[in-house]
């Protein structure tokens, strides 16, 4: 072999250890760049947990320092574990009518989930169902024992709601109503 040829041979393998340097970091830059983006990301995801840990740890302690107004917002709205059966409103409005000496003679759970008519619209709570109970009473009665009933209803942490009532003079006697009725909106979850 000449002089020129070991020349371009060393000057060809020099080129080709040049292009296939080069070919390497092309290579090796875009594997690296994508192990950058993947580390970024990594660490932006661990941030964002680190953040929303630190958020629920503010909320339970929130929760723990108004441990009372979370107790009475659970009493606000019946369990439907509680509420599974019309029985046990039933039992619940029959409570209310024994200690106001009121007598309920027709319980009518017909209308489900549609308010009265001339019932205020109220806005709607996400998993709160409400259902929708026609209470007959009986007739005549006191107007004294109808206040104390309904007062008895309104006052039960807004389980049931009165939605429409009905009620007339009783011709006979002015203290006592006749046809005395009362919609109301029962909710649960």
């Known amino acids: 072999m000449s002089a020129v040829q070991l020349r371009n041979a060393l000057l060809a393998t020099l080129g080709l250890m040049i292009i296939g340097t080069g070919v390497v970091i092309y290579y090796a830059s875009g594997f690296l760049q994508t192990e950058v983006t993947k580390s970024v990301h990594a660490n932006i995801d661990a941030e964002t947990v680190g953040q929303d840990v630190e958020r629920l740890k503010n909320l339970a302690s929130i929760l723990q320092q108004n441990q009372t107004s979370v107790e009475k917002a659970a009493q606000i709205v019946a369990d439907t574990k509680l509420y599974q059966y019309q029985n046990q409103i039933i039992t619940d409005i029959n409570s209310y009518a024994q200690k106001t000496g009121v007598e309920v003679t027709v319980y009518d759970f017909g209308a489900t989930d549609k308010p009265a008519a001339n019932a205020p619209k109220l806005p709607a709570i996400p998993g709160v169902k409400s259902i929708s109970a026609n209470l007959?009473?009986?007739?005549?009665m006191p107007y004294d024992n109808y206040l104390k009933f309904i007062k008895a209803i309104e006052q039960n942490l807004t389980k049931m709601q009165i939605s429409g009532v009905n009620l007339?003079?009783?011709?006979?006697?002015?203290n006592n109503i006749t046809n005395?009725?009362?919609?109301?909106?029962?909710?649960?979850k």
Do not use: F, N
């Open 136 to 140: 007959t009473l009986a007739s005549p």
């Open 168 to 174: 007339a003079p009783d011709p006979a006697d002015k």
């Open 180 to 188: 005395p009725g009362i919609v109301l909106t029962i909710y649960v």
